[in-house]
Every structure is written in structure tokens, then in C-alpha cells.
T-cell receptor, first 110, second 111 residues
Framework: NAGVTQTPKFQVLKTGQSMTLQCAQD?????MSWYRQDPGMGLRLIHY???????DQGEVPNGYNVSRSTTEDFPLRLLSAAPSQTSVYFC?????????FGSGTRLTVV | EDQVTQSPEALRLQEGESSSLNCSYT??????LFWYRQDPGKGPEFLFT???AGEEKEKERLKATLTKKESFLHITAPKPEDSATYLC????????????FGTGTRLKVLA
């Protein structure tokens, strides 16, 4: 009963590097999303997807790309990492009845 | 503008000292209000969903209530294991699954 699986749990990047945060869910949810969580700012929506092949921008999309080729997977790509992207990233899948969150990726950009 | 505000930001209670957390909202249309618990280093964990004013939900020492402008999370006789950050989120009627999260209340229960 995995739910939402995120990898890696921790990552350190140098400014300018790119990387992909992986997210997979096994609940057959259509809706998936990526949030970042920063102290004092709560959870902010980066990108979301309402189904395979459909993605859209959230509140803070700049510097991030997503794709949704299958219902299960929703990777988040950092194109050119910046220190402002240091944060904790959560992937979630949901129905109208609530979210299931992954355990998070703590990203530090130096 | 759709907005969710939680108060207080932080709360320290003695074990057994009951209290309430507040989530106030101003939204164009509310589809549902959600409470989550988040432990350090983990993702938020679902607690309750409330859909209409007057609705109440209970789980162990927690009780969530909803009015037209706010929700309360009542904690009765808390224990140290209730220490966590409690997040409130609203689901809007407009848009597809558009949630807005509050910044949370950090609860510390002292033994």
C-alpha cells in the first residue's frame, strides 16, 4: 500500500545544475500536483495535472517543468537550479475528498 | 481574493490542557475544507474533510467544526504525541481541484 512515492529524499545541487524529482502513485488518481514548502509561506502549488497528457501551472511555476505521460508518474524537472529553489518539495495525488502526500524531497541549492 | 488564514502560528499546551486552532477563510466558493497533520520531515497526513456549515467530524482527541467563515480544530486533553503542525486547506468550487493551504499552526504539547 505505497500511496505516493517520492525520490530522492535529499538532494544537494550546485547553482545551474538540472535534476528531476520523481513522483509515482498507485491509487489511480487522475489529479497530481507538486508543492514547495518554505518556512512561513505554507504550501505553494508549482504545477498540477488533471490526467495523463494534461498539465498546468500553479502559483510558482517559474524554473520548473513537468510532464505526465502516464497516470502513475508525475516528475518535476528543475531546469537550472538557483538558491531560491532551496525548499522541501511535496508531490501529491488527490480526489475531491483530499490529498495523499509523498514524504517529500529536501533540496538544497548551493 | 481567495485566502486562508490560520491562527495562532504556534501554540504550547500542557498535557491535558484543551484548546482550539482556528482556520478562517474568504473564498468565492467553498467546495470543502480539509485539515491535515504534518510531523517534522514528513508529508501532511489527512485528518478531516468538512463540506457545509454546521458539520462536525471527530477522531480521537480531535474535533473539527465548520461555519460559513471559519473552521476550528478542537483538541481535547492533548497528549505529547499530538505535537505537530496542523494545516488547513480549502477546495474551491471554481477550477479543477484547486486547493489553497494555510501556513499552519505548530502545536507543542508538553508532558
Amino acid at each position: 500500500n505505497a500511496g505516493v512515492t517520492q525520490t530522492p529524499k535529499f538532494q544537494v545541487l550546485k547553482t545551474g545544475q538540472s535534476m528531476t524529482l520523481q513522483c509515482a502513485q498507485d491509487m489511480n488518481h487522475e489529479y497530481m500536483s507538486w508543492y514547495r514548502q518554505d518556512p512561513g509561506m505554507g504550501l505553494r502549488l508549482i504545477h498540477y495535472s488533471v490526467g495523463a497528457g494534461i498539465t498546468d501551472q500553479g502559483e510558482v511555476p517559474n524554473g520548473y517543468n513537468v510532464s505526465r505521460s502516464t497516470t502513475e508518474d508525475f516528475p518535476l524537472r528543475l531546469l537550472s537550479a538557483a538558491p531560491s529553489q532551496t525548499s522541501v518539495y511535496f508531490c501529491a495525488s488527490s480526489t475531491p475528498y483530499g490529498y495523499t502526500f509523498g514524504s517529500g524531497t529536501r533540496l538544497t541549492v548551493v | 481574493e481567495d485566502q486562508v488564514t490560520q491562527s495562532p502560528e504556534a501554540l504550547r499546551l500542557q498535557e491535558g490542557e484543551s484548546s482550539s486552532l482556528n482556520c478562517s477563510y474568504t473564498v468565492s466558493g467553498l467546495r470543502g475544507l480539509f485539515w491535515y497533520r504534518q510531523d517534522p520531515g514528513k508529508g501532511p497526513e489527512f485528518l478531516f474533510t468538512l463540506y457545509s456549515a454546521g458539520e462536525e467530524k471527530e477522531k480521537e482527541r480531535l474535533k473539527a467544526t465548520l461555519t460559513k467563515k471559519e473552521s476550528f480544530l478542537h483538541i481535547t486533553a492533548p497528549k505529547p504525541e499530538d505535537s505537530a503542525t496542523y494545516l488547513c486547506a480549502i477546495l474551491l468550487t471554481s477550477g479543477t481541484y484547486k486547493y489553497i493551504f494555510g501556513t499552519g499552526t505548530r502545536l507543542k504539547v508538553l508532558a
